[in-house]
């Protein structure tokens, strides 16, 4: 079956640790995007790729990185500079926006990260 | 930077109507994207719109009026499954800016 899948649903981590979170697709779409979700916020973009070995910073990238090595990955590193980690994480993919057409975001399901 | 307003709650009876109406404030809008997103899962695509206008698929509709920056998503028939988050979402150019979502929660 096509989709996205995040792995772990749920992960726990220290504080000071960083930690990895996996985003893989196989939908063969171009672009990929890391969200951050609070409790009565909008989805906040972290960062975002519209092709492999290319990515930008979103509007809340401080204390976070990432690469595209492979079309079909994303990973997202929280690194240990991240103020306020705990969170919901949704990767999403779409066809590259700058081509055209709907580019809809298809999300995956998300990794609950919760530091101690 | 984009400002996306929606309501933060609604309730409604189960086989009634309800109306989301979002808000909003681009400088270069470039189409908007309804989600619906159950507690603790994934957001899931329900609609799009760039013209002005209505779109209609099944139970839900979304309209758009790009003069006045307003779109709405229209729910009928509720049903208590369609008791969910609904997220409006603004692209400008190449990314997606979302509102904090409407709660649904649809009484028997």
């Known amino acids: 079956d096509g989709g996205i899948t995040q792995s772990p649903k749920y992960l726990f981590r220290k504080e000071g640790q960083n930690v990895t979170l996996s985003c893989e697709q196989n939908?063969?779409?171009?672009?990929m995007y890391w969200y951050r979700q609070d409790p009565g916020q909008g989805l906040r973009l972290i960062y975002y790729s519209q092709i492999v070995n290319d990515f930008q910073k979103g509007d809340i990238a401080e204390g976070y990185s990432v690469s595209r090595e492979k079309k079909e990955s994303f990973p997202l590193t929280v690194t240990s500079a991240q103020k306020n980690p705990t969170a919901f994480y949704l990767c999403?993919?779409?066809?590259?926006?700058?081509?055209?057409?709907?580019?809809?975001?298809?999300f995956g399901p998300g990794t609950r990260l919760t530091v101690l | 930077g984009q400002n996306i307003d929606q309501p933060t709650e609604m309730t409604a009876t189960e086989g009634a109507i309800v109306q989301i109406n979002c808000t909003y404030q681009t400088s270069g809008f470039n189409g908007l994207f309804w989600y619906q997103q159950h507690a603790g899962e994934a957001p899931t695509f329900l609609s799009y719109n760039v013209l002005d206008g209505l779109e209609e698929k099944g139970r839900f509709s979304s309209f758009l009026s790009r003069s006045k920056g307003y779109s709405y998503l229209l729910l009928k028939e509720l049903q208590m499954k369609d008791s969910a988050s609904y997220l409006c979402a603004v692209r400008e150019r190449d990314k997606l800016s979302f509102g904090a979502g409407t709660t649904v929660t649809v009484r028997a």
């Open positions: 999403a993919s779409s066809d590259n926006p700058l081509a055209g057409g709907t580019d809809t975001q298809y």
């Open positions: 939908l063969n779409h171009d672009a």
